[in-house]
T-cell receptor
């Protein structure tokens, strides 16, 4: 059964303190790993798609990387406005569905 | 351009009543999804529409839940005889036919009293 596990559940950082969020997955034939950001009371906002091990993508202070078993979302010198829940999802095999993890709640304090 | 829109943004209903939630996808997006997000939990897939193909209803939790979509436009999710455990945020997402990046609406927060 396809499964996504995110860690930690919650992370508190000081402004400028870099860190990484983890997304471990079990899927039959990865067809894409997706990162989303969700602010309170809003729908998830698409960030990145990764397709193969070794692939990396960057956007501002965020960089997503992918191995055969996990993905990391690296946050460099975070700012308070980066505070949000970060969701990871995978698409496997011939399915059209995404399987989501439960997310990491990130709080960046000034 | 306009994103995915959902209405109402909030809905409070009494146990046992029926509710209808609406989703307007991004124009030109052929695929549409409904998800349920309970407090503190991940997104739970409910149903998927792609063009004129038969919908994938494998995530619907019971026969009280149903959804329709007219062509490649508006979709409605109907919950009959609502129960307290139906309280959640219901999210709609759409995507183009050539990509699996889903774009989400703001959600409808349903509270069953």
């Amino acid at each position: 059964e396809d499964q996504v596990t995110q860690s930690p559940e919650a992370l508190r950082l000081q402004e400028g303190e870099s860190s990484s969020l983890n997304c471990s997955y079990t899927v039959s034939g990865l067809r894409g790993l997706f990162w989303y950001r969700q602010d309170p009371g809003k729908g998830p906002e698409f960030l990145f798609t990764l397709y193969s091990a070794g692939e990396e993508k960057e956007k501002e202070r965020l960089k997503a990387t992918l191995t055969k078993k996990e993905s990391f979302l690296h946050i460099t010198a975070p700012k308070p406005e980066d505070s949000a829940t970060y969701l990871c999802a995978v698409r496997g095999g011939a399915t059209n569905k995404l399987i989501f993890g439960t997310g990491t709640l990130l709080a960046v304090q000034p | 351009g306009a994103g995915v829109s959902q209405s109402p943004s909030n809905k409070v209903t009494e146990k046992g009543k029926d509710v209808e939630l609406r989703c307007d996808p991004i124009s030109g997006h052929t695929a549409l999804y409904w998800y349920r997000q309970r407090l503190g939990q991940g997104l739970e897939f409910l149903i998927y529409f792609q063009g004129n193909s038969a919908p994938d209803k494998s995530g619907l939790p019971s026969d009280r839940f149903s959804a329709e979509r007219t062509g490649e436009s508006v979709s409605t999710l109907t919950i009959q005889r609502t129960q307290q455990e139906d309280s959640a945020v219901y999210l709609c997402a759409s995507r183009t036919g050539g990509s699996y990046e889903q774009y989400f609406g703001p959600g409808t927060r349903l509270t069953v009293t």
